[in-house]
């Protein structure tokens, strides 16, 4: 059983175009997340919401949009992608023991 | 703001012996933690180990140590006994007690050598 879960896993598009990714978690946990990993693999923070409320969010283009329809999905959309949007995004949940998260596989989304 | 400091970017070690992973940190909090995660060529982030910054005693999960010292704030891991799956990215993160944001080093590849 897959305990963080993200779809797709690869996603290649055109610039301009919106995409989303979903993520579910089956943990019962609370705080689910979504991190940017880039080219250099530096991993930052994007967003944190917990229990379908949004605690962080971290100077991200507004042109990205978390939605969390219950506690175990946290889908990210994205709109008029660009080409420096290019990158892994990696979903993530968390008890509330601190930073003990559960990562998914990631999402590589590629923008031509 | 807390910052977090990864300045080798790549270590290699023999099978079965023993390699350390440098991490620095900076945070004007008393109250955080720190952790190191690792992530294989398959991608995924898995949790390696963590400390609480209150515990004076270093934190260990079988092969896997680390060595805190608080005051030069640096927080290394240790890797006993390498194995070829112990190849992967290493990132060490800190988060400061009542934060959910987790930060991140750059990362430290790591290559195990047969």
């Known amino acids: 059983d897959t305990a963080v879960s993200q779809t797709p896993k690869y996603l290649v598009t055109q610039m301009g175009n919106d995409k989303s990714i979903k993520c579910e978690q089956n943990?019962?946990?609370?705080?689910m997340y979504w991190y940017k990993q880039d080219s250099k693999k530096f991993l930052k923070i994007m967003f944190s919401?917990?229990?379908?409320?949004?605690?962080i969010n971290e100077t991200v283009p507004n042109r990205f949009s978390p939605k969390s329809p219950d506690k175990a999905h946290l889908n990210l959309h994205i709109n008029s992608l660009e080409l420096g949007d290019s990158a892994v995004y990696f979903c993530?949940?968390?008890?509330?023991?601190?930073?003990?998260?559960?990562f998914g596989e990631g999402s590589r989304l590629t923008v031509l | 703001a807390q910052t977090v400091t990864q300045s080798q970017p790549e270590m290699s070690v023999q099978e079965a012996e023993t390699v350390t992973l440098s991490c620095t940190y900076d945070?004007?909090?008393?109250?955080?933690?720190l952790f190191w995660y690792k992530q294989p060529p398959s991608r995924q982030m898995i949790l390696v180990i963590r400390?609480?910054?209150?515990?004076?005693q270093n934190a260990t999960e079988n092969r896997f140590s680390v060595n805190f010292q608080k005051a030069a704030k640096s927080f290394s891991l240790k890797i006993s006994d390498s194995q070829l799956g112990d190849a992967a990215m290493y990132f060490c993160?800190?988060?400061?007690?009542?934060?959910?944001?987790?930060?991140f080093g750059k990362g430290m590849k790591l290559t195990v050598n047969p």
């Open positions: 993530a949940s968390s008890r509330r023991v601190a930073g003990e998260l559960f």
């Open positions: 943990l019962g946990h609370d705080t």
């Open positions: 919401y917990n229990n379908k409320e949004l605690i």
């Open positions: 945070t004007s909090e008393s109250d955080y933690y």
């Open positions: 400390q609480e910054a209150y515990k004076q």
């Open positions: 993160a800190c988060l400061q007690g009542g934060s959910e944001k987790l930060v």
